[in-house]
């Protein structure tokens, strides 16, 4: 480990000893973007935070601590000014370009992403007429349609997205500016509210486009939300298409660097931090108030607002490689999508995501070898014996000798990452019977980006899905986390 990343990785003071009986505002459990975030934010407001950090993010799941990179998000959306970071960063009194400083390195990625079908290949690049290009090269057939739907995704780009920017920069004067943030807050929830409601299928239905370019979006659906484009909403394609077009950004080093970031922020302004702790049980106060929770350690901790974030299943496949510099192919982007080519492996959806390691992601690497790593996505429950294993390694490893020319007997293999079964989670954060109580009948909660579950038994509970786990992260999930300290802090 580099000495920049010892400076920045966190120290936790607290979570030593035991703890009885210290009573918080907030207790957070569990590596999530959004909880983190809302830690950080109630920190900074002056409120007791409590944070059990009980486990890494499946970093020893890697080969080695070189492809750190590619954990988390490929892409993180957000950061152009006026975006949603902007707006979730001045509250914390930190503006955007100094956020290196903090430890939150990151690059611009021109272009976000680049996909390959069997017969085209585009590179999304930030820029209109860049982008264009690629299009009406790929499919200038079309061309006036695509030209007319991405002119209404950015007409509805620009109705809706400037409010998730600018919320928490406005300043209040008086009634009169109560009235009207609250008629601006009721506008742009009905906004939202119409795009999710709608799907992107039936938002693309007026173009007519043909089953080429259907297919095309279908990949970046894919990439985006390891869903089809037929099982996603109109918002999630408008965000989706308008952040690739105005760029992405890659963290360096991947979402250990974000968490490590974030920690710090806590911890900063007077949060604690439990490290390698887990909860054994939640006491209540009545039938639906939780009281506290009680730790392995015999801790216990009272807190007046809980949130429990937990990873989902994950069905995907990671392969890890080596790979000389010379040998990759000036057209390869660092950020790929593409098909199988041929016809994907029994119960494999016809995705595969790439990512090479960034020049500046080399410590670790021999001189002149980089990291690159494959995700294949598979249909949930499916079963991968070490026979079918070696049949994939094989596939995976001709397709990249398809998109990476002279490159047999030189991509050197670096191990794989199989998801484990259901009910074997290693960083399970609660009890299995504890989170099946929790979870039965819990009601599931939507305001505005923020998506939870709300136990019967728990109604100072927040149950949120671990968004590390996402391809793309940052606008929405920082938004969502102002919404959830807000909440949070109004909540008797």
Known sequence: MSQSENRHRPQFAAGSGRINNKHYDAIFVGNGLVSLSAAALLSKRGRSVCFLDTTEMRERTVP?????????????????????????????????????KDGLVYQKCNPSLQVIQSTHRLNVYAGKEDYGDELKREFGGQIKEIKAYLKEVERIY??????????????????????????????FANMLGRYQRKTALDFLEPYLFNKPFLDYLDLHALFAYRKHLSDISAYDLIILVSGLQRGGVRVLGGCRTVIDFLRNLILRWGGEILKNKKVLDVEMKGRRIVEGLRLDDGSFLKGRQFTVSQSKPNATLHFYYYIREEIIPSPMKETLVMTWEKPP?????????????????????????????VTAMMQ???QIDPARLKDLRKRVLDRLHGLIPFSKGIIEEAGETIPQP??????????????????????????????????????????????????IGGGASFLAAKTLADVIEKSK
């Open 380 to 382: 949930p429950g499916t």
């Open 345 to 373: 492996p029994e119960n494999f959806i016809d995705a595969l995501i790439v990512r090479l390691s960034l020049p500046q992601e080399e410590e670790g690497f021999r001189k002149g070898v980089r990291g690159l790593s």
């Open 422 to 471: 259901a009910g074997e989670d290693a960083v399970r954060l609660l009890p299995k019977a504890l989170e099946h109580r929790l979870g039965d009948k819990a009601k599931p909660i939507s305001n505005g980006l923020l998506n939870y579950l709300q136990p019967r038994e728990g109604r100072n509970l927040f149950l949120l899905p671990s968004d590390f786990f996402e391809p």
């Open 64 to 100: 080695d601590e070189a492809f750190y990179y590619a954990l988390g998000p490929y892409l993180y959306f957000g950061f152009e000014k006026g975006g949603a970071m902007e707006g979730f960063f001045s509250e914390l009194s930190l503006p955007i370009p100094n956020l290196k």
């Open 158 to 187: 620009l109705l809706l997205y400037p409010f998730l920017g600018r919320f928490s920069q406005l300043e209040l004067q008086g009634v009169g500016d109560r009235l009207n943030e609250w008629g601006q807050r009721r506008d």
